[in-house]
């Protein structure tokens, strides 16, 4: 595996300064480990996308640190990106130094392959999951964990966990029964129109105690026999 090498500097602004730092195409950061003091850390933002692009979240990093002049190199993970809100662009990034003898816990994408024969049926496949929580050592982690669906040869058919053919020294934290991806039959025609049939359209719904207009004239004409007021003019009062 090709080593990914990320440079950086360390870090003497904090605070209102860093907002100088975006300007100039440079980002905010941070390293720090178990056994590691935190280290305020500057990086090239371009850089740091195109490393982050190749890497993810599960690929080590040696993160190379300038310390005036004296460097040293750190392997690490991307542990967070700070995001702005309307943007999206990184504004601040965390770092965690990892122990190649102790292993970590990270999330792996997920990456379906192959072709489902009830998809191509007609069916429509339901993906419960997109990545997965895994344990492994720093030098085992995978950059993503391949399923097939070729598998899925029947509508309601499903991959669970346990199903997951795992890279040696990969441990799942998430429970062997949770369902990752299935294939429901598609809706027919009948289904459909029964379902329809079942929901009422707006001029079905008639407001609660609201007459319709021909069964006021109806009223109104009823009380004018018996000498009455219509119901729906106001009653008059003698003043």
């Known amino acids: 595996m090709v080593n990914i090498i990320l440079k950086s500097k360390i870090r003497e602004v904090f605070g209102k300064q860093n907002k100088k730092l975006r300007q100039k195409g440079l980002i905010p950061g941070v390293v720090y480990g178990r056994k ?3 280290l305020a850390l500057t990086l090239d933002l371009k850089e740091f996308l195109n490393i982050y692009h190749q890497a993810g979240d599960t690929d080590l990093i040696d993160l190379v640190i300038d310390n005036q002049g004296q460097e040293i190199t750190k392997k690490v993970l991307v542990q967070t ?3 702005d809100y309307v943007t999206s662009q990184p504004i601040h990034i965390d770092f965690y130094e990892v122990e190649m003898d102790k292993p970590v816990t990270t999330h792996v994408p997920l990456v379906f392959i192959g072709e489902s024969p009830s998809v191509k049926a007609g069916g429509v496949l339901v993906k419960s ?3 997965i929580e895994i344990e492994a050592l720093p030098k085992d982690l995978p950059h ?3 399923i097939d669906i070729s598998p899925l040869d029947t509508f309601d058919k499903t991959i669970y966990v346990k199903d997951i053919k795992l890279p040696n020294g990969v441990k799942s934290l998430v429970k062997e029964d949770t369902p ?3 294939v429901t039959a598609p809706i027919t ?3 459909l129109e029964a379902e329809l049939g079942k929901a009422k359209t707006v001029e079905e719904v008639e407001v609660e105690g609201e007459k319709k207009p021909e069964e006021m004239e109806v009223e109104a004409g009823e009380e ?3 000498g009455k007021e219509p ?3 106001p009653q008059k009062t003698n003043e």
Do not use: H
Request: hydrophobic content about 25%; charged content about 45%; cysteine-free.
């Open 36 to 38: 590691t003091k935190p």
């Open 81 to 83: 990106v700070n995001r």
């Open 129 to 131: 999951m997109d990545e």
């Open 144 to 146: 993503q964990i391949e």
């Open 180 to 182: 990752i991806v299935t």
């Open 189 to 191: 025609e009948e289904e």
């Open 224 to 226: 004018a026999k018996e």
């Open 231 to 233: 119901t729906n003019e």
